[in-house]
């Protein structure tokens, strides 16, 4: 097979510098000393490496660059003067003095609770003393050593942070939170954390403002366009990386062939195998050129099933000739452009483990499928290990020990993260867990660690704010760029857009689908615009009020979010269609919205951010909609798209 390039082309200040001058790219400064070689990765892990691509052309990371004042740990490898060597010679130091105890820590990623590494509210003082045994973040981080963790905004009213519990309320919040568990890391182990987060983007976004909201993976597929994908991506690594998050548990490599999968739909870049590939790629490269390793996920694909993971273990009932031809090609493209993690889905998979076991446990999917097969050598990270499609199978330790068996590298969210470490470290010291096993696993993590920039000189892993690296403008234009792209015209009757200046026009539908968001963005040239917010599920009086606003108006424009399965919104469509006003309907989901609306013009935005309803504004004031729909959506193909012009 193709060359598999793994590790961050680190110099992510090159990034914020290349992102700030109206993006431009700088050039790459030659040989990267700080990677492992093929052979030495083999060596080093004891897996087969594929051949690969040179490295003679890919950045070099300089630790020294952009980091916080102070020393490093006195632990810590290397000088900024005199780099440590390369990513098997470093993780091979490090190893060497690891604790059995420190080792097993390594692969475990926590989400702890609060803002601040040593100041948080009593209730997130109160679950993390509860969950972990420390009051503070810091507190948990050092008493179980662990290699990384994980943040949430734990949202509360109206998707908003929530301020008791969450990690990520601003960027200068954010740096210091990520300043302190580092310090608090180096200090216990003299091993930095993976720091990490899932943003995804679009309905997956962990950021808020000021961050860049960027339009998520179908708005990239319904754009297709492969440098923009890219360099959006790159862009959203530089302000994660500016704030100390150097992991994120993304791209989604799934390809959505199901219209009723409940839980990846718009997470997904689309339903063919090469558009999901080469968006995905192209995430994996933008990722790694801002300074944030990707993780390709759910493996080997959760995009057929009809069967949420977090509520149950979903069924992949395909044949492997299918599985091999649709599911797998984008995993396979993310490995070649270098990915740096792969996770598992908690599913069952009869074609690829006739056992049942789900690929999170099955020495099948990960040590055969994903490394001998498709020769992954980089880390494989469980999904979150609380969730229901993994927690009936056993106890936590048992689960965990299952994973670690089946060729898992780090255990993300563990239950009883105090009795999983525990019942590890007793596995080891009674030969259940056999020690080479465990050091394959952590030299892959410290590897990778290495090859972020975070060993070798510890305040690598801090995180200054370099001025224009978050939000600023050139990123919103960014989004906007994807955005405007991606907007599709799915059906379009004659001459219903652009609206008439001086008309009439209601907005209704779903508050958090967006409908806040377009109102205002329709106020111009003297129109009069009505905005009738509604519930997920709108009330019998929610639809008589949006309904009455319909008669009122020249055009009323419906946005959903995921009508297909909301009777109350395909209801409210039903009553929008008995009036005598045309209606335009958009999605701020996913698209399958359009077979169970009825409406003039259909429009599939992909997103509800402000971007999105930002295109969407445009193109109800007459702009194009170049975006093509990435999936089927009913009679309509993929690669599809309407025209809006009229009909003389």
Not at 340 to 367: C, K, N, Q, W, Y
Not at 379 to 388: I, N
Request: charged residues 25%; negative net charge.
């Amino acid at each position: 097979m193709t060359g598999h390039r793994r590790g961050v082309a680190a110099g992510w200040v090159f990034a914020v510098a290349g992102l700030v001058l109206l993006g431009c790219e700088a050039e790459p400064p030659g040989d990267a000393p700080g990677r492992s070689s093929p052979d030495e990765r083999e060596e080093a892990t004891g897996d087969p490496a594929p051949d690969r691509p040179t490295l003679d052309d890919e950045p070099q990371h300089d630790p020294t660059n952009g980091t916080a004042t102070g020393d490093a740990d006195e632990e810590a490898e290397g000088t900024p003067d005199e780099p440590a060597g390369d990513a098997v010679a470093q993780a091979e130091r490090v190893l060497e003095r690891l604790s059995w105890e420190q080792k097993v820590g390594q692969l475990l990623v926590a989400d702890v609770r609060g803002d601040h590494p040593t100041e948080v509210s009593a209730p997130a003082a109160a679950e993390n003393a509860a969950r972990f045994g420390a009051p503070t973040p810091a507190e948990v981080v050092a008493r179980h050593d662990l290699g990384g963790v994980i943040y949430f905004t734990y949202a509360g009213v109206d998707d908003e942070p929530d301020p008791e519990l969450g990690n990520i309320q601003g960027p200068e919040q954010v740096a210091t939170l990520s300043d302190g568990l580092q310090e608090a890391a180096t200090e216990a182990t003299g091993v930095p954390l993976l720091v990490a987060t899932d943003q995804e983007h679009g309905f997956i976004t962990r950021t808020p403002e000021p961050f860049t909201r960027m339009p998520g993976p179908m708005a990239l597929g319904a754009a297709d366009d492969v440098a923009l994908a890219e360099e959006s991506a790159r862009a959203a690594a530089v302000e994660l990386r500016a704030v100390g998050i150097n992991v994120t548990l993304a791209p989604t490599a799934d390809v959505n062939t199901e219209p009723t999968n409940p839980v990846i739909g718009v997470r997904s870049v689309g339903a063919e195998p090469e558009l999901v590939g080469r968006m995905v790629a192209a995430q994996v490269r933008g990722l790694d050129d801002g300074g944030v390793g990707a993780t390709a996920k759910h493996f080997p694909g959760h995009g057929s099933v009809d069967v949420d993971s977090h509520e149950a273990l979903p069924t992949v009932d395909d044949a492997e000739e299918a599985l091999r031809a649709v599911a797998l090609p984008p995993f396979r493209e993310a490995i070649e452009a270098g990915v740096g993690a792969v996770m598992p889905g908690h599913l069952a998979v009869p074609a690829f483990d006739d056992e049942g076991r789900p690929a999170t446990v099955s020495p099948a999917m990960i040590d055969g499928l994903l490394r001998e097969d498709l020769g992954f050598d980089g880390v494989v990270v469980t999904d979150a290990l609380d969730m229901e499609g993994i927690t009936g199978r056993g106890e936590p330790a048992e689960v965990a020990l299952e994973a670690l068996e089946a060729g898992v590298d780090v255990l993300l969210m563990p239950p009883d993260l105090p009795d999983v470490r525990a019942g590890l470290i007793d596995a080891v010291e009674t030969g259940a867990l056999d020690e080479d096993r465990l050091d394959a696993s952590v030299r892959r993590v410290l590897i990778w660690k290495a090859e972020l920039g975070l060993l070798g000189d510890d305040r690598a892993a801090r995180a200054p704010i370099p001025d224009g690296a978050v939000g600023v403008d050139e990123h919103t234009g960014l989004s906007e760029e994807v955005a405007r792209a991606a907007v599709t015209a799915i059906e379009a009757a004659c001459d219903v857009l652009p609206f008439a200046e001086g008309e009439a026009v209601a907005v209704v539908g779903p508050r958090d689908g967006g409908v806040e968001e377009l109102a205002p963005l329709l106020d111009t040239d003297g129109a009069s615009i009505a905005a009738v917010p509604t519930d997920q599920q709108p009330s019998a009086d929610q639809i008589a009020d949006a309904v009455s606003a319909a008669v009122d108006a020249d055009l009323v424009v419906q946005v959903t979010t995921s009508a297909w399965r909301s009777t109350g919104q395909q209801q409210l469509g039903a009553r929008l269609a008995e009036s005598d006003t045309s209606v335009v309907a958009v999605a701020s989901a996913e698209p399958y919205d359009a077979t169970v609306t009825d409406a003039d013009v259909h429009l599939a935005t992909y997103d509800r951010g402000r971007a999105a309803m930002t295109a969407a504004a445009e193109v109800l004031r007459g702009g194009e909609a170049p975006g093509r729909l990435p999936v089927p959506v009913g009679a309509h193909a993929v690669g599809d798209g309407a025209a809006l012009a009229d009909c003389d």
